[in-house]
């Protein structure tokens, strides 16, 4: 095992309301590849952006080669050899592979860029690394797995002593997945130190040597990775206590109609061949990790994005669903994860994003009723316990927790039969988020159906009657919440895929 | 000035109107002292009301498309497009003169049906769409005309003279009263009707809305579909001042009218209109013309200063966004 190339202790971090790291410690060791593992929002990313100089620490140290080190930006982190590969990767599609290598530090021949030298340059990186890509290629011709070859190949000429991969896999193919362990294989023989961020425990025993777990922005722990299993990681990545009581029982009455019957819906790359149902009075919980596809079903079945294949029945009966229009016909409406973007219209009152989607109910003549229009806001606003000075007030003017009352008002007067929640209280503080679940409960009991889409599992586990679990595009599990625990509902969200 | 902003009168007109308002009066006052009271007399303000007819028609059209956050280039073309169409076929086919306004009006509802189709349901930026109907409604206009300027019936004309009634009557300034009856409606239709909300709606964030389950393309397309009708109308208005129209002009009352509603407080980010605003803006936008050429001045300056409106206008409607983010 080799010595430890750069170490972070203490490391704290807060942005406004959040306590994003707390303490945190790692240790990266030349000749080793880190796992860091963690669910959404445990601190990942958080972490390895202060590693990299895109943010500031609060406190802590970094000790890199045995020097004290801050990085200021993501530039000076690259100048002295630590490199992160990102998911999305930042190629220019329209230049060769080699003008992509050495964007920002062309050779030069006089004022000309010589690009024979470059070709050449990057060729002899690619022999290193024993990958077979012309350097002279536009990039964007070549596939996501050899795009990201590049952007390894850019990484390591700069000179990299440590390299981070954020999710590098997720967009890969089996074969480039090889292809690329095998080059992680051969820097990790060369001394390199490496952290591998993933979600996909198959590759973490695969190509790690050690695992290092984060919670809550906290540091968990640190494994040896082939003396570990699975479970071992798994209960370190949520033996978080639950403070809130979770759902004992399933709350949905006995013999409750099905309202809607999702069929081997496909839409994209996202959404492969999800089937589920949903009842009068449930609130069925959709778990998984970041781009496990949920927000993505949620869309194609309200019609905002297009649908591949596969049927939706509302009450039994088979719907075509083409657009949000089609959707909300059939009773149903989305709230979304993205309020300020696709839920409400900001610059508007309460009482006119209340009325968005029924303005036709508040119309007489040609003309619409604002008394009626404000008497129902108002209405809303009470029984929704909204707080806001009036219906007249601009909705840009509200708190988080109380625009999102705003657009559960806007679908309540839509009398919408089923709700879609996509992560309702993200970004709402605890008290407001309290009412949200309360309200939830309450449009269940009087016989809504609701979707709630949560990446908080405490939200999961305290709300849903039944649980769909999806992983990468795929449903991989589905609970009720009597069998539900948070190692089952992770272990079918980390699922590998065959 | 925060204490002038809460008054509740001031509160209720609008500060930015009334600071139009006084921008108005100061020039006016300017004017006559710097032509040494000649601008005073009802000749000018007769001359500058003429060009605000027509300019006020475009510029209400053009305040409906920026509401949506879109834009049109080609109103100014377009209304040449709709008197020169209309107009020649009036004076070659002996049509009868309601006919001819009948006419003016659907090739100028046609253009916003044009342009606001490939807006809302192909996705084609309107910059792009409005340039190029710009340049068709010139190219249609003269190949019809034979590349001929089309000259509206004189006011001693028996049959056909009245008309021109419709900017003046005995002294009075009737085309004033009817400009203020169709922004009463414009003002109506924007601020008390579906249409409108929903033109404000889907201009401040048309995701939300579509997502709302509304059929944000058919909105879309009315806004540039109610801007061609007031173009329509406004090529009548036009006529009825001037008389005269030549093919393949048109252009300076693009920026004209987006100057005037620009200035009068709509958003070019779009959601925010004021009807009112954009009738006060007219009228110093015309005024200014008439100024220009009172204090002797050519055209070409008058070109160069509503450059600078239109610049000085939406950079601080930027300006005014980004304080409140």
């Given at each position: 095992m080799g010595e430890v190339i750069l170490e972070m202790k203490g490391i704290d971090k807060s942005f406004p309301g959040v306590h994003?790291?707390?303490?945190?410690?790692?240790?990266?060791?030349?000749?080793?590849?880190?796992?860091?593992?963690?669910?959404?929002?445990?601190?990942?990313?958080?972490?390895?952006?202060?590693l990299t100089g895109i943010y500031t620490k609060d406190s802590g140290t970094i000790t890199y080669e045995g020097k004290e080190v801050e990085f200021h930006s993501a530039r000076e982190a690259q100048d002295n050899g630590v490199i992160i590969v990102h998911q999305e990767l930042n190629m220019l599609g329209h230049l060769t592979v080699a003008q992509n290598i050495f964007i920002g530090r062309e050779f030069k021949k006089g004022i000309k860029i010589d690009d024979k030298k470059m070709n050449e340059e990057a060729q002899k990186l690619f022999d290193r690394m024993n990958v077979d890509i012309d350097p002279r290629e536009t990039m964007s011709k070549l596939t996501v797995g050899k795009q990201q070859m590049c952007e390894i190949a850019k990484a390591i000429s700069h000179d990299a002593k440590i390299i981070i991969f954020d999710e590098p896999s997720a967009a890969l193919t089996e074969t480039e997945i090889e292809q690329l362990f095998k080059i992680i294989r051969d820097l990790r023989s060369q001394g390199m130190g490496i952290v591998y961020i993933s979600h996909r425990m198959d590759e973490i025993k695969v190509i790690t040597d050690r695992v290092t777990v984060m919670r809550d922005g906290t540091y968990v722990g640190t494994l040896i990775t082939k003396d570990s299993t699975k479970d071992d990681i798994i209960n370190m990545m949520v033996g978080r206590v639950i403070y809130e009581d979770p759902k004992e029982k399933n709350m949905t009455p006995p013999g409750a109609p099905v309202v809607l019957k999702?069929?081997?819906?496909?839409?994209?790359?996202?959404?492969?061949d999800v089937s589920f149902e949903l009842h009068k009075g449930e609130i069925l919980g959709f778990s998984g990790l970041m781009g496990a596809g949920r927000t993505e079903t949620a869309r194609a079945l309200f019609g905002a994005d297009p649908i591949d294949s596969g049927d939706i029945y509302i009450n039994g009966k088979k719907v075509t669903i083409k657009s949000p229009q089609d959707a909300v016909k059939y009773g149903i409406g989305y709230l979304s994860e993205d309020r300020k973007r696709y839920g409400i219209v900001v610059q508007k009152s309460v009482a006119e994003n209340t009325t968005m989607a029924t303005l036709e109910k508040f119309m007489s003549g040609p003309f619409i009723d604002k008394k009626k229009e404000n008497k129902i806001a108002q209405e809303y606003v009470e029984q929704l316990a909204t707080k806001t000075p009036g219906t007249d007030q601009l909705v840009v003017n509200l708190s988080g927790g109380n625009q999102q009352k705003v657009v559960i008002a806007k679908w309540l007067t839509r009398d919408c039969d089923i709700l879609i929640f996509d992560e309702p209280t993200r970004g709402i503080d605890v008290g407001a988020k309290n009412e949200i679940y309360k309200l939830m409960n309450q449009l269940a009991a009087e016989g809504k159906a609701i979707i709630m889409i949560s990446s908080e599992m405490t939200e999961i586990l305290r709300m849903s009657d039944r649980i769909v679990v999806m992983c990468e595009g795929k449903k991989t599990g589905e609970l009720d919440i009597s069998e539900a625990t948070q190692e089952n509902i992770m272990n079918m969200a980390t699922r590998e895929i065959e | 000035m925060e204490k002038i902003k809460q008054n509740p009168f001031v509160k209720k007109v609008g500060f930015n109107r009334i600071v139009l308002c006084c921008v108005l009066?100061?020039?006016?006052?300017?004017?006559?002292?710097?032509?040494?009271?000649?601008?005073?007399?009802?000749?000018?303000?007769?001359?500058?009301?003429n060009y605000a007819y027509f300019l006020g028609f475009l510029s209400l059209g053009v305040t409906f498309v920026i509401a949506t956050g879109q834009i049109d280039f080609s109103i100014g073309p377009v209304m040449f497009c709709c008197a020169l169409i209309s107009g020649y076929t009036l004076t070659t086919h002996g049509i009868s003169m309601p006919v001819a306004f009948l006419i003016s009006i659907l090739v100028g509802f046609a253009f916003g049906l044009f342009n606001g189709y490939l807006v809302a349901y192909w996705s084609v930026p309107s910059f792009i769409t409005s340039m190029a109907s710009m340049n068709i409604a010139k190219g249609l206009a003269s190949v019809y005309t034979k590349t001929q300027s089309v000259s509206w019936p004189q006011a001693a004309d028996p049959d056909n003279g009245w008309f021109r009634n419709l900017v003046r009557y005995?002294?009075?300034?009737?085309?004033?009263?009817?400009?203020?009856?169709v922004a009463v409606v414009c003002a109506i239709i924007l601020n008390k009707?579906?249409?409108?909300?929903?033109?404000?709606?889907?201009?401040?964030?048309?995701?939300?809305?579509?997502?709302s389950g509304v059929d944000v393309k058919k909105w879309e397309m009315l806004a540039f579909i109610i801007c061609g009708v007031l173009v329509g109308m406004g090529a009548i208005f036009y006529v009825s001042a001037y008389t005269t129209v030549q093919p393949g002009y048109g252009d300076q009352y693009n920026n004209e009218a987006i100057a005037g509603c620009v200035m009068g407080g709509t958003s070019m980010a779009g959601g925010l209109a004021s009807i009112s605003g954009t009738i006060i803006g007219v009228f110093i936008i015309a005024l200014l013309q008439e100024g220009i050429l009172a204090l002797g001045f050519t055209k070409d300056y008058q070109l160069i200063i509503t450059g600078v409106i239109v610049i000085v206008a939406v950079f601080s409607d930027v300006l005014a966004r980004r304080r409140k983010n």
């Open positions: 994003a790291l707390d303490h945190v410690d790692l240790e990266i060791r030349k000749g080793e590849v880190l796992a860091l593992m963690g669910e959404n929002g445990a601190g990942k990313s958080t972490l390895m952006k202060v999702v069929d081997h819906l496909n839409a994209g790359k996202m959404v492969q | 009066l100061l020039m006016y006052g300017l004017f006559c002292a710097l032509t040494g009271g000649s601008f005073a007399g009802m000749n000018r303000i007769m001359s500058a009301l005995n002294g009075v300034p009737v085309g004033l009263v009817i400009l203020l009856v009707t579906r249409i409108g909300r929903y033109i404000l709606c889907l201009g401040s964030n048309k995701e939300a809305v579509r997502l």
